[in-house]
């Protein structure tokens, strides 16, 4: 009795980790850059200090992005609707309007908040164009880290791939 009870316990010990073994987890999907982004920005516009902390808001003023698969300029065009909280964090609520150098007009929202004290902005972002040639960004998994430069944002992007 105390043997198979020693056993059984045993057994609880070990089955997780054997479920969590690297051979039964699904391969990982891979990562693409997309693009590194300089956004200028504005004199911000406080809003003032709302339950949450502080809502300032940083327009965007202009900027540039350049990639594998597109280049263009970022147009003066969003903001980023930034939320300061007591315990020191960051909250970016970005919106903005990239124009390739082919013309499309591709409309972007990042948000995302900084969590340490390395100054980066984790952000998740969506895309919505209606140009065919990037058809493929308004389906992209895309993320990125923002950081605040002299002039305004320096963004680096990255996407899923299948
Ligand atoms: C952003 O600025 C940095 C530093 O000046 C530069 O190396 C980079 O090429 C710029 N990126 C874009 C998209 O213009
Ligand atoms: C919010 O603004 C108020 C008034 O300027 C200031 O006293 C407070 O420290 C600010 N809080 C945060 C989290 O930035």
Do not use: C
């Amino acid at each position: 009795m105390r043997l198979l009870s020693l056993l059984a316990s045993l057994l609880v010990g070990v089955l997780p980790l054997a479920a969590a073994a690297p051979e039964a987890m699904p391969a990982p999907p891979g990562v693409s850059y997309l693009y590194n982004a300089n956004i200028t920005v504005g004199l911000s516009v406080d809003v003032g200090q709302i339950p949450a902390g502080n809502v300032s808001v940083i327009p965007v003023i202009g900027g540039a992005v350049i990639g594998p698969r597109f280049s263009g300029k970022i147009l003066a065009i969003g903001a980023d609707w930034g939320l300061s909280t007591p315990q020191g964090y960051y909250y970016s609520d970005m919106r903005a309007q990239i124009r390739t150098m082919d013309g499309a007009n591709i409309y972007v929202q990042m948000a995302g908040m900084m969590q340490g004290n390395d100054g980066l902005i984790y952000i998740r972002t969506t895309f919505q164009t209606g140009s065919k040639d990037y058809w493929w960004l308004n389906y992209a998994f895309a993320f990125g880290t923002m950081k605040a430069s002299g002039t305004g944002f320096v963004v680096d992007m990255w996407h899923l791939t299948g």
